[in-house]
């Protein structure tokens, strides 16, 4: 398949050298063709190994895989190979960006570190997504989701929650660091286009997701000395779940004081009382609160707790499952899936969730075939 070159979106024009595999940095990748780049996946010949971990229209494209490499262009490469390096190096001399995710030796070992990438392209937008950051002793070890996930005190704070650690059921740390690797790279991208000057940036999972956790759950451990300890008590009392209704489940946040009195006065539950007239009393008592709540929702149905909700104007919705959001009327009304059509038929693909007046995305693409580009990037015959 030929691909023309991207004319869309605030990254037309930019592109990408992309050494990522896994989710951490394809994510980050995915987001930039999607937002016009011209983003060059460049494979071992095993192929990223999310190509091969469920089931799809074809032995090397996962939904998954799909999801995240799509409007990519795939080409194989032996980096050990002399022949494929110095090709290699031929594309980084055209390139905005570099990005990989391997060990900083292992790179170092291929010849592809910064000091190597700098001296093909000198402006270029080196960005390193490791498991942790190389400053540090953690340097060298392994980092996937779920360990990352044990690291940061997610499985704690799910402990303080429902008794038991457990992971969030989403690779979330994979997804927040490649989001922050967004951001960094294009943070690069802007003070060169404003320079001139290229850098070398570095995403840690790690650190990325050490940051997520502690925005909120830092807390009392903030000040010195602390006043508190390192969680936010209301994210994980054991009573914040879906409430129960009568024939379902909701979800309800009866939070700030204007929709506790509204809630309250049209309610009437008997268990109402002045100690819990103001958010910050109720703060102190969030774990009753939830209770009294809970048992509150189990006497209406979920239709009629809906109604009376939205009637007042509190945040309220129903418990849905994975597959409903693809028939969400209000995710179909603005267009939020886009079908595209692939040599294996028609994908359909949750799309860009930005909105641009003057430079809008778009999926950029079907996701490749393992090296299904490679003669048309290098130029083989």
């Not at 910064?114 to 270029?124: E, K, L, N």
């Not at 995403?203 to 300890?229: C, K, T």
Request: glycine share 8%; with cysteine; aromatic share 8%.
């Amino acid at each position: 398949m030929t691909h023309p070159a991207q004319s869309f979106g605030p990254l037309a024009g930019i592109k990408v050298v992309d050494l990522t595999a896994m989710v951490f940095g394809p994510y980050a990748t995915q987001t930039m063709a999607d937002l016009g780049a011209d983003v060059i996946k460049v494979e071992a010949p095993a192929g990223d190994p999310m190509r091969y971990i469920s089931p799809g229209p074809a032995p090397d494209l996962s939904g998954v895989f799909c999801n995240i490499n799509r409007g990519k262009k795939s080409v194989v490469m032996d980096l050990r190979d002399p022949a494929h390096a110095e090709a290699l190096r031929g594309l980084i001399a055209e390139a905005d960006v570099f990005i990989h995710s391997m060990r900083g030796k292992a790179i170092a070992r291929l010849g592809f570190d910064y000091a190597a990438v700098r001296a093909i392209r000198p402006d270029i937008v080196y960005t390193n997504c490791y498991g942790y950051s190389r400053r540090g002793p953690d340097a060298d070890k392994p980092a996937y989701d779920d360990t990352i996930q044990a690291e940061c005190g997610i499985p704690h704070v799910q402990r303080l929650m429902t008794g038991e650690p457990g992971f969030a059921a989403t690779i979330m740390a994979d997804k927040i660091a490649g989001l922050h690797a967004l951001y960094a790279t294009l943070a690069a991208l802007f003070h060169r286009e404003r320079t001139g000057e290229g850098q070398e940036v570095e995403i840690g999972m790690f650190e990325a997701v050490a940051s997520f956790m502690l925005v909120e759950h830092a807390n009392g451990m903030i000040f010195e000395p602390p006043l508190g300890p390192a969680h936010y008590h209301r994210a994980v009392s054991p009573n914040r779940k879906p409430y129960a209704t009568r024939d379902g489940h909701i979800a309800a946040l009866i939070y700030n004081d204007k929709h506790w009195h509204t809630f309250i006065e049209a309610v009437a539950p008997d268990w109402a009382s002045a100690d819990y007239a103001t958010l910050a009393s109720r703060a102190q008592h969030v774990d009753t609160i939830y209770g009294l709540l809970g048992e509150t929702f189990l006497t209406r149905t979920t239709d009629e707790w809906m109604a009376l909700l939205e009637d007042l104007q509190i945040p309220c919705a129903r418990v849905k499952t994975t597959d409903e959001l693809f028939t969400d009327p209000h995710l179909n009304a603005v267009g939020f899936f886009e079908e595209i059509d692939s040599p294996h038929g028609t994908m359909r693909f949750p799309g860009v969730p930005t909105w641009f007046s003057a430079t809008p995305g778009r999926v950029a693409g079907p996701s490749p075939q393992l090296g299904a580009d490679s003669d048309e990037v290098l130029g083989s015959d």
